[in-house]
C-alpha cells in the first residue's frame, strides 16, 4: 500500500447511506479524502455529513439527494462535483437495488428502474468523470458488482442481468482506461449483512460484515505500483446462496 495514496483525493460514493457505502465513506474520510455522498435519503445524508466532519475537519464533506433513475439528477451531480471539486478522483459505483420475483410476473418498469440504477448510472458517471481522470492521469473507479455478476440465481434474473452488465462495463472500462494509469475494479462480493441482504432468503448472520468489506476493499485499491487486481469475488466461509 502506499503511504497517503488517497490523501486530499476527491471521492464520490453513491448509494453513500446504505451499509457498505457509509462504511466505505468512513474509511475514505480516514484516509484523508474530500466526499461528495449520493444518497435518495437526506436525514441519512445529513447525519452522515456531520459524522464524517468528525473524522477529519479539514477535508470537504458535501451530499447530494439524487435519483439515479432520473438523467437531469444525473446531470445535476456532475455540474456539482464540478463546481465543489472540480475533478472526482476516486469514483465509487455503490447504489443498487434488488428486485426479486418470477419472471413472468416481473415488469417491464422494473426491469428498467433495475438497469438505471444498477448499470446506466454507473456507466454515465464512469463516462463523464473518466475524461479528468485521462487528463491527470491518475485515478479509481470501483464499482461494486456482486455474486450474481458470475451466477444466476431463481426469482432474481433482472437484478443478475444488471450485476452481469456491470462486469462487462468494468471489464472494458478497464482495458480502455489502463493505459491513462485510470485503475477500474469490480468487486463482487456475496451477500452482506445490509438491509438489501435482508431480502436474500438465507442465514443472514453468515453475510459479508460490510465494515471489513471496506477495509478490504480500500486495500485493494490502494497499491499504485504495477499490481491490479482488476476483478476481485468475495465469498463469505458459509452458506451458498448469494446476491
Excluded at 455529513?49 to 464533506?61: D, V
Excluded at 410476473?105 to 426491469?111: A, I, P, Q, R, V
Excluded at 491527470?136 to 455478476?149: A, F, L, Q, V
Aim: glycine content about 6%; overall charge positive; charged content about 25%.
Amino acid at each position: 500500500m502506499t503511504p497517503n495514496l488517497f490523501e486530499g483525493k476527491n471521492c464520490l460514493i453513491t448509494g453513500a447511506t446504505g451499509g457498505l457505502g457509509l462504511e466505505l465513506s468512513k474509511e475514505f474520510a480516514k484516509l484523508g479524502c474530500n466526499l461528495f455522498l449520493i444518497s435518495t435519503n437526506e436525514k441519512k445524508l445529513q447525519r452522515q455529513q456531520k459524522y464524517l466532519i468528525t473524522l477529519n475537519k479539514n477535508r470537504t464533506i458535501i451530499y447530494q439527494v439524487s435519483d439515479l433513475r432520473n438523467i437531469n439528477d444525473l446531470k445535476k451531480i456532475i455540474s456539482k462535483a464540478k463546481k465543489n471539486f472540480k475533478v472526482v478522483d476516486i469514483l465509487i459505483n455503490c447504489a443498487g437495488v434488488f428486485p426479486q420475483g418470477d419472471l413472468t410476473k416481473s415488469t417491464l418498469k422494473d426491469f428498467e428502474d433495475c438497469i438505471s440504477i444498477n448499470l446506466k448510472a454507473p456507466f454515465f458517471l464512469i463516462k463523464e468523470f473518466s475524461k479528468g481522470m485521462k487528463q491527470r492521469k491518475w485515478g479509481r473507479i470501483i464499482n461494486i458488482g456482486s455474486s450474481s455478476s458470475y451466477e444466476g440465481f431463481e426469482d432474481t434474473s433482472i437484478y443478475c442481468a444488471s450485476k452481469h452488465g456491470l462486469l462487462g462495463l468494468s471489464r472494458s472500462v478497464y482495458k480502455e482506461l489502463r493505459v491513462h494509469n485510470v485503475r477500474t475494479f469490480c468487486i463482487s462480493p456475496g451477500s452482506i449483512k445490509t438491509q438489501m441482504g435482508r431480502k436474500v432468503k438465507s442465514d443472514f448472520k453468515s453475510f459479508i460484515d460490510p465494515h471489513e468489506l471496506s477495509q478490504l476493499i480500500v486495500n485493494i485499491t490502494s497499491y499504485d505500483n504495477e499490481m491490479i487486481s482488476e476483478e476481485i469475488q468475495i465469498n463469505r466461509i458459509n452458506g451458498t446462496k448469494q446476491h
